[in-house]
């Protein structure tokens, strides 16, 4: 079974700066999705930014952008111009993308997150 | 699109009782999730459907809870008899399985439990 881990349980950032919140994870597959999402107070799960495995590409969303390393079995978002609307919990996520089946590959597995303080 | 809905959006319940979660997904979608959040186990699989049949219930906890999908535009989640160890946020979501492989999946806004 995959696992996610998010080793960092909170981690806070000044305004307008860069910060880095780290995701690993765990898995025999070649061929997978990689997701970040945001939680604010709200609750609302909001998807940020999403990489292919088979992309080397690194994804990037206007401010938000990831750094993907297969090998290492890493995907680290990094949000830069931090704003206090980024405040939330971070959640990084892995779906399988096997196509051997058209089930059992639809779930998405969380890390535990990351609760993000932005200091004006 | 009004994105995927859920209700209510509180639920305050005493044990025993039975409480029914509802979700209506997004036209369209033909996966459907139901997602538990508590501190202390985070975000968990309970159950999924396809095309309105459940696929793997295998994260259900327990008979006390169970899901159905008469169609495709409605899901519940029930928990018969309640217990405080139910007080959690239940998420519902949905996808569709060419949507899912760029936009991941939508949420509903949960359903925050809290049985006393």
């Known amino acids: 079974a995959q696992t996610v881990t998010q080793s960092q349980p909170e981690m806070s950032v000044q305004e307008a700066e860069t910060v880095t919140l780290s995701c690993t994870y765990d898995?025999?597959?070649?061929?997978?999705?990689l997701f970040w999402y945001k939680q604010p107070p709200s609750r609302q799960m909001i998807l940020v930014i999403r990489?292919?495995?088979?992309?080397?590409q690194n994804a990037t969303e206007n401010r938000f952008s990831v750094n993907f390393q297969k090998a290492a079995k890493s995907f680290s978002l990094k949000i830069s111009d931090s704003q206090l609307g980024d405040a939330a919990m971070y959640f990084c996520a892995y779906r399988s993308a096997s196509r051997i089946s058209n089930f059992g590959n639809e779930k998405l597995t969380f890390g535990t997150g990351t609760r993000l303080t932005i200091i004006p | 699109d009004a994105g995927v809905i859920q209700s209510p959006r509180h639920e305050v319940t005493e044990m025993g009782q039975e409480v029914t979660l509802r979700c209506k997904p997004i036209s369209g979608h033909d996966y459907l999730f139901w997602y538990r959040q508590t501190m202390m186990r985070g975000l968990e699989l309970l159950i999924y459907f396809n095309n309105n049949v459940p696929i793997d219930d295998s994260g259900m906890p327990e008979d006390r809870f169970s899901a159905k999908m008469p169609n495709a535009s409605f899901s519940t989640l029930k928990i018969q008899p309640s217990e405080p160890r139910d007080s959690a946020v239940y998420f519902c979501a949905s996808s569709s399985v060419l949507k899912a492989t760029y936009y991941g999946y939508t949420f509903g806004s949960g359903t925050r439990l809290t049985v006393v």
């Open positions: 898995t025999s597959e070649s061929d997978y999705y």
């Open positions: 990489q292919e495995a088979y992309k080397q």
